[in-house]
Structures are given as C-alpha cells and as structure tokens.
C-alpha cells in the first residue's frame, strides 16, 4: 500500500502486513498530533519504501529523554514515520493517518492510557495497557521473528571501520 504527505513531495511504499499497530494514548503524542492519540504501525525498516522525496529526519524531544527521530516533508513538514533508539534503526513507526487507506489498520494495542483522554472510549475487549508492555507477552511469534531478522540484515550491512588503519 501506499502513502505519503499532503503536499506529495514524499511517497512511500509499505509491503505486507505491519509487525502491530499502537494507539499511544501517551501525552507526547497528544502534543505532536494535536490529537487524541497517534496511531503507529510498525514495520520493519526495508518494508518501507521511499518512491518519491527525500524526507527530512527531525530530532524529537520525547518520554523516555533519548529523543526519537520523525521523518517529514522537507515541504509541508508532515510526519510520515519515525524511529525510537527502544527500537532502534530495525523498526519503523509509520504514521497510519498517511497511508492510502488507513481503516485497513486498526490498533492491536492502546498504550498509555493513564492518560487517556476522558471522552476516548476504547471498543469493547481492545488490548490496552496503562503504560508499555513487554514485546514478548503481546507481539504475535512472526513479529518477533521479522525484527529479529531485520536487525541480522542490519548487522550485516554495516560497514566495519578500518582500524587497521596505519596512517593514524
Ligand atoms: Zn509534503
């Protein structure tokens, strides 16, 4: 499926389906959408495809004090997705608001709803916690075993620095 900003300048490709999905209820997000929640759907980094623009990566104050970088239009400085150092490179959170068609994602989880807001009323039996959760007791195994994947193809790409080097 694809997505992309409001203006177009970038577009996006996401293959298969997404590792889960999170409503996070978390103050933060309140502040960075303006809204209610945001909605996250996790993807591993090379399920997502940048086809057009180059989106600019915005160091982010959040929660946790390490900062997450959100992608944006360079343009119209929509969000498209982001990157938490929790979850690191392997992952990406992509905004579900910019996908073509995003009822097709509904949340797997409601995180942070301490600070749910009051007249937010969660659909009867939806997985919710009051803060975060622990990967292994929610994500489905396949989910576990992609990123486990992902983070391997990282590895593995990485460039190694040469300290062999005599000159220094
Ligand atoms: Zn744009």
Redesign the pocket.
């Known amino acids: 499926m694809e997505g992309g ?6 577009r996006y490709r996401v293959e298969g389906r997404p590792l889960i999905v999170h409503a996070c209820h978390c103050t933060w997000c309140q502040r960075e959408t303006g809204s209610v929640h945001a909605l996250n759907a996790l993807w591993e980094a090379d399920h997502v495809v940048l086809t057009a623009g180059h989106p600019e990566l915005v160091h982010t104050p959040s929660a946790s004090g390490r900062g997450q970088l959100i992608a944006r ?1 360079p ?2 400085h ?1 969000a498209v997705w982001s990157n938490y150092p929790q979850a690191g490179p392997a992952v990406r959170f992509v905004r579900v608001g910019t996908l073509a068609r995003p009822a097709e994602f509904p949340p797997d989880i409601h995180i942070y709803t301490s600070t749910r807001l009051p007249w937010v009323v969660l659909p009867e039996g939806a997985k919710a916690v009051p803060e975060f959760y622990e990967a292994a007791s929610v994500w489905p195994a396949e989910s576990r075993e992609r990123v486990r994947a992902m983070r391997a193809r990282l590895k593995a790409e990485a460039v190694v620095p040469d300290s062999a080097d005599p000159g220094s």
């Open positions: 900003c409001t203006c177009g300048h970038v239009c343009d119209c929509v």
